[in-house]
């Protein structure tokens, strides 16, 4: 990426934090994860070769779809919070997109990510499930530490 082209998505990524709907800013959250190399460690994935958002399978759109150094492959449904009604519609989205990716031998990861770290029932009902669970913590809170480790990028490109 061009150092033009790094500001331009640095800036996208803060104005995101920012806005409502949280959803929106749960999205920025993992890209930070994501672009700083983080997530895969925390969440104890092979490494991540290919980011793709809003992919449409079958009827729907995926948030995010990953794919690892191995060829497996991860869907990650965002949702706004972790109420009970965002949880189970977040669970169907995700069987409905492995259903509609049908690839044979295809390893796929679900992953239902929620601002907040996990009321107890719902990382219960995603383990059920065998959905996994990405708490985002308060991004009200994290904004500040999002927010230095983008500057800390920037000054890095410079």
Sequence with gaps: ?????????LDGILRKLRQQPREVAAVAAIEILLFTGKLHGFMGWP????VEREVKIGGGRCDMVLTHADRSRTLIEVKADGHARDVV???GQLFMYEAGYSLP?????KVLAVPGYGDPEVVRACAMAGVEFLPLGSLEDRLPRYEQILTNL???HA
Excluded: H, V
């Design 47 to 50: 490494e991540i070769a290919r």
């Design 105 to 109: 031998g295809l390893q796929l990861r």
């Design 1 to 9: 990426m061009s150092q033009s082209t790094i500001e331009i998505w």
């Design 154 to 156: 920037r000054q890095s």
């Design 89 to 91: 519609c977040g669970i």
